[in-house]
């Protein structure tokens, strides 16, 4: 299958690599992005692949939603606004419950969705140099649909130190956060995956697709019910008069009226 933002790769071993790969744009999540990594969420969990890396091409890993695909959303009717805002949600929801073990390779930056991707993961290992943030509120948004992977990875106590401000942090902060399980330099990144990655080859694939079901029923509920209210704040916010402000300052190359 030919994928337009994504690269799909499989090893002898059972190991498939998805490669996020919008480089000139900082893998930002457009609508054909979600798609295709929700078709290949259902894809990889119905083959026989053992393992799934996460990762993405370029100097980032990814810069969270598409701005253009974002600002589409304030001209649309509401019922559109409703699928664009599934359409990331269920795409969050894919990978969450992918019954293999997925390691992120966070080679770069990983803002706003970005991060929600890197919560996703079971384990996340991050290159030294890498920034990251959950930036909506800077733009008048808020870190909706990837909220209640954000919360289930963090916290919330860790998760509110970062949640609404915006503020970038590096990979040391985002080790102590729980976003990442550790960083290293960016030629030892490959080395770090492979050490994940090396024990699950030992371990029988249904026992770690029960264990890794197991321990999403014994964690936070992320259910449908949690989903639909992301994405009805997420509309929200989307009809608001500050995400007006926000996006249109940011393509006008201007600050938002509240960053006085």
Known sequence: MTH???????DGRGVATVRLHRPDVHNA??????????????????DDSRVVVLTGTGRSFCAGGDLGWMRAQFDAPPETRATEGRRLAHMLQAWNTLPKPVIGRVQGNAF???????CICDVAIGA??????????RLGLIPATIGPYVIARMGEGRARRVFMSSRRFDAAEAVDLGILARVVEPDEL???????????LACAP??????????????PVIDEATIERTIDALITRWEGDEAA?????????RPPRWAG
């Open 190 to 200: 490959d080395a770090a995956v492979e050490a994940e990655v090396a024990p699950y």
């Open 128 to 137: 030294a140099g890498a920034l990251f943030g959950l930036t909506e509120t």
């Open 29 to 46: 999540l457009s609508a054909t992005m979600m798609d295709e990594l929700t078709a290949v969420a259902a894809t990889l969990a119905a």
């Open 112 to 118: 706003g969705g970005g991060v929600g991707l890197a």
């Open 4 to 10: 337009e933002t994504l690269n799909l790769s499989r």
């Open 245 to 253: 402000e926000g996006v249109g300052a940011f393509f006008e190359k």
């Open 206 to 219: 249904g026992a770690v697709a029960e264990a890794k079901r197991l321990a999403r029923a014994l964690g």
